[in-house]
Structures are given as structure tokens and as C-alpha cells.
């Protein structure tokens, strides 16, 4: 049973298009994450969402819309996709208050 | 704010070699969670370990050590007797303990780690 797992695990696409990444925890966790990871393979959050509300939004573009409707799932949609939205996203859930992260699989975004 | 560093963008070693990876961290709090990630070549990111500020007893598991060393804000770790299959990025990464966003990490650049036969 995968913890954490987000699909597609690959989604090549192109520039201008709507994409949705979905991810599910099995965790009962009340925390999940959006992280991305760019080319030189920095890890930076982007979403955090706790028993379905915001709490953690850094300066991301307003193309990437994260949805929660309930504590198990944290969805990503993005519009009009740009060149440089291409990387590796991943999900993550933990417990609240801090302690474990679990990530998901990662989804490659390729943007052409 | 919270930062890691880790030094070493890249080691490269023979197996069977010995070789540890750098952590620094910076943060005021004085609670706070630091952890391990390998990245594999397939590209998951799979938890080594976590460690909380009040725990500085070094951990041993397997051919897998680290030391944590709050004099000096650093959390390295050791892998004994390199492979192969310990190829991979090593990623440092902190976080606050109690904080309402759970466990938002701040990672480190990360170590691509080369082990050679």
C-alpha cells in the first residue's frame, strides 16, 4: 500500500495548457505538501494545506491553484503553462506539529 | 529564517571507501527537527532519519551513522563501507517543531553522492 502517491507520474505538455497533479495520503495525516524540485535539483515548498486549509503559500504564481477537498487529497492544478514550470513536483503529508515528512513519487513536468 | 547548507555539491569515491556528508543549519528557534533524504536515481525521495534539537546522541544504523553537533549547527552523516547502490542525492533538511504547518522542510542544495566499483 503506497503511502503517499500522486499521479501522473510523468505529464509532458504544452506551453499554454491546464494540468492537474493529484495526489492521496493513506497516512491519516492532517498536513499536505506541495514541494518543487527545479533543475539543479533544489527542493522548495510551495503549498501547505492542514485539514484542508491553506496555511503555507510562498510566492508562487497565481497559475498554480492547490485544491483540498478533504484531509487525504491535495490536488495541483496549473494554467497556461510556462517553459519554466518544468520540474519534478512532489506531494508530502506529515502529522501536525511537526515530525515526518513522507513524500510521494514525484510527478515530471515537461513543458514544450 | 531557516537555512541548510551542504558544501559538497559532488563526491565521488571508490566502494568500499568510507565518506561522510556535510550539514550546517541556521535557525534561531531553539526546537527544531533536522532529517536525511536519499534521492536514488529513479528519483523518489526516501526519509533516512529525523532528529529532534534535544536529542545530540549520534545514531548508528547499519553501514549508516550521524553526527549531530549543536556547538557547531552541523548534522553529518557518515556511510561506512560505500556501494554502489549508495549512489544517489543526499538531501539535509530542518524544521520547526510545534509549528501549525506541520512539517514544512527547508532543504539543503543537496550531495550527489558517485560510488564506483
Known amino acids: 500500500d503506497t503511502a503517499v502517491s500522486q499521479t501522473p507520474k510523468y505529464l509532458v505538455t504544452q506551453m499554454g495548457n491546464d494540468k492537474s497533479i493529484k495526489c492521496e495520503q493513506n497516512l491519516g495525516h492532517d498536513t499536505m505538501y506541495w514541494y518543487k524540485q527545479d533543475s539543479k535539483k533544489f527542493l522548495k515548498i510551495m503549498f501547505s494545506?492542514?485539514?484542508?486549509?491553506?496555511?503555507i503559500n510562498e510566492t508562487v504564481p497565481n497559475r498554480f491553484s492547490p485544491k483540498s477537498p478533504d484531509k487525504a487529497h491535495l490536488n495541483l492544478h496549473i494554467n497556461s503553462l510556462e517553459l519554466g514550470d518544468s520540474a519534478v513536483y512532489f506531494c508530502a503529508s506529515s502529522p501536525s506539529g511537526g515530525g515526518y515528512a513522507f513524500f510521494g513519487q514525484g510527478t515530471r513536468l515537461t513543458v514544450v | 529564517a531557516q537555512k541548510v547548507t551542504q558544501a559538497q555539491t559532488e563526491i565521488s569515491v571508490v566502494e568500499k571507501e568510507d565518506v561522510t556528508l556535510d550539514c550546517v543549519y541556521e535557525t534561531r528557534d531553539t526546537t527544531y527537527y533536522l532529517f536525511w533524504y536519499k534521492q536514488p536515481p529513479s528519483g523518489e525521495l526516501v526519509f533516512l532519519i529525523r532528529?529532534?534539537?534535544?536529542?545530540?546522541q549520534n545514531e548508528i544504523s547499519g553501514r549508516y551513522s550521524w553526527n549531530f553537533q549543536k556547538s557547531t549547527s552541523s548534522f553529518n552523516f557518515t556511510i561506512t563501507a560505500s556501494q554502489v547502490v549508495d549512489s544517489a542525492v543526499y538531501f539535509c533538511a530542518l524544521s520547526l517543531e510545534g509549528e501549525t504547518s506541520g512539517s514544512r522542510l527547508t532543504f539543503g542544495e543537496g550531495t550527489q553522492l558517485t560510488v564506483n566499483p
Open positions: 494545506y492542514n485539514n484542508k486549509e491553506l496555511i
Open positions: 532528529r529532534n534539537s534535544f536529542d545530540e
